[in-house]
């Protein structure tokens, strides 16, 4: 017998003893209540939980509710591919010049050029010192004999070949001291003395720049030094090799590029360059200088330089 009717029974039990209790069962004749007449019976016990209905059939949609609050911005997503090329747009206008750029290393030595047209003779320049005397020439054939002379006073011509004599005696003077005075100021401030020929050279111990070397020797009645022979170069390099410097001599460019002369504007037909000279680096090389070898270099003008002078 199960355990409700059993709890059932003991109910009626009391019931039957209790006067004024109404039994009343359910209809499922699963449960029993006992009810007491004559006042209202207290809210009973929750029942057992009945088992879940079949579902109903999906009602129809309701209306569509207000729109809610906008919510926070969410987190920035990761950056997407780059989209096609667009076209080529229109060319903006051109900009302000830029700031000018520092210059370049000089360039290689051009290929010396043809040599152009001779150019309007230019303003007669100051007239140089005068050189040295030159050595007598030989005798001229004699001349056939003149006409016989009238018969004059015969002290005549012995007095005028007096004169004749004496008036060579004192070109002869003059000559004497003009070379003493040049040799006393040429030994003057000389520092080593070499000969060629009937040429002599000088060189001093003082570096100075082209022009001050040019004008040095001028002062002394010489000038810068130009070789026109090898015998002369060698003449010049026993000099240089006293004093062991690169020194200057009278031959230069300043005219016009590679078109070598010396002071008195004269070119020059006796060259002795190093190999690879003369380059002109960086187009300001126009004055000469002898090295250690005998062999000439183009250099700066105003690079100060020993410089050997010629009389």
Same mark, same amino acid.
Request: a positive charge; aromatic letters at 4%; glycine letters at 20%.
């Given at each position: 017998?199960?355990?409700?009717?059993?709890?059932?029974?003991?109910?009626?039990?009391?019931?039957?003893?209790?006067?004024?209790?109404?039994?009343?069962?359910?209809?499922?004749?699963?449960?029993?209540?006992?009810?007491?007449?004559?006042?209202?019976?207290?809210?009973?016990?929750?029942?057992?939980?009945?088992?879940?209905?079949?579902?109903?059939?999906?009602?129809?949609?309701?209306?569509?509710?207000?729109?809610? /609050?906008?919510?926070?911005?969410? &987190?920035?997503?990761?950056?997407? &591919?780059?989209?096609?090329? !667009?076209?080529?747009?229109?060319?903006?206008?051109? $900009?302000? &010049?830029?700031?000018?750029?520092?210059?370049?290393?000089? !360039?290689?030595?051009?290929?010396?050029?043809?040599?152009?047209?001779?150019?309007?003779?230019?303003?007669?320049?100051?007239? $140089?010192?005068?050189? &040295?005397?030159?050595?007598?020439?030989? #005798?001229?054939? #004699?001349?056939?004999?003149?006409?016989?002379?009238?018969?004059?006073?015969?002290?005549?011509?012995?007095?005028?070949?007096?004169?004749?004599?004496?008036?060579?005696?004192?070109?002869?003077?003059?000559?004497?001291?003009?070379?003493?005075?040049?040799?006393? /100021?040429?030994?003057?401030?000389?520092?080593?003395?070499?000969?060629?020929?009937?040429?002599?050279?000088?060189?001093?111990?003082?570096?100075?720049?082209?022009?001050?070397?040019?004008?040095?020797?001028?002062?002394? $009645?010489?000038?810068?030094?130009?070789?026109r022979t090898p015998e002369e170069n060698q003449a010049i390099l026993s000099l240089r090799k006293q004093v062991n410097q690169h020194t200057f001599m009278g031959i230069n460019d300043l005219e016009k590029e590679g078109d070598f002369r010396d002071l008195s504007g004269e070119a020059i037909k006796y060259f002795n360059w190093r190999t690879g000279e003369p380059n002109n680096l960086g187009g300001k090389e126009h004055c000469v200088e002898i090295w250690d070898d005998g062999r000439w270099n183009d250099e700066n003008c105003s690079s100060k330089r020993?410089?050997?002078?010629?009389?």
């Open positions: 017998m199960s355990t409700v009717k059993v709890l059932g029974l003991l109910l009626l039990h009391v019931a039957l003893v209790t006067p004024g209790t109404q039994i009343c069962q359910n209809p499922d004749e699963n449960a029993y209540s006992i009810i007491t007449c004559g006042a209202p019976g207290k809210n009973g016990l929750p029942g057992i939980n009945g088992a879940n209905g079949a579902q109903g059939e999906r009602g129809e949609p309701g209306l569509l509710g207000p729109p809610g /609050k906008t919510g926070h911005t969410g &987190p920035r997503g990761e950056q997407g &591919p780059a989209g096609p090329k !667009g076209e080529t747009g229109d060319r903006g206008a051109s $900009g302000p &010049p830029g700031l000018q750029g520092v210059a370049g290393p000089p !360039g290689a030595k051009g290929e010396r050029g043809a040599n152009g047209a001779t150019g309007a003779p230019g303003t007669q320049g100051v007239t $140089g010192p005068t050189g &040295p005397k030159g050595e007598s020439g030989s #005798s001229g054939p #004699s001349g056939p004999p003149g006409q016989k002379g009238e018969r004059g006073d015969s002290a005549a011509p012995a007095i005028e070949n007096l004169k004749f004599q004496m008036a060579g005696m004192d070109r002869r003077i003059r000559d004497l001291q003009s070379n003493l005075e040049k040799q006393g /100021k040429v030994l003057s401030f000389a520092k080593e003395v070499s000969r060629s020929g009937n040429k002599f050279y000088i060189i001093n111990d003082v570096k100075v720049t082209y022009s001050e070397a040019r004008t040095s020797c001028a002062n002394r $009645g010489g000038q810068l030094a130009v070789p020993f410089f050997v002078c010629e009389f």
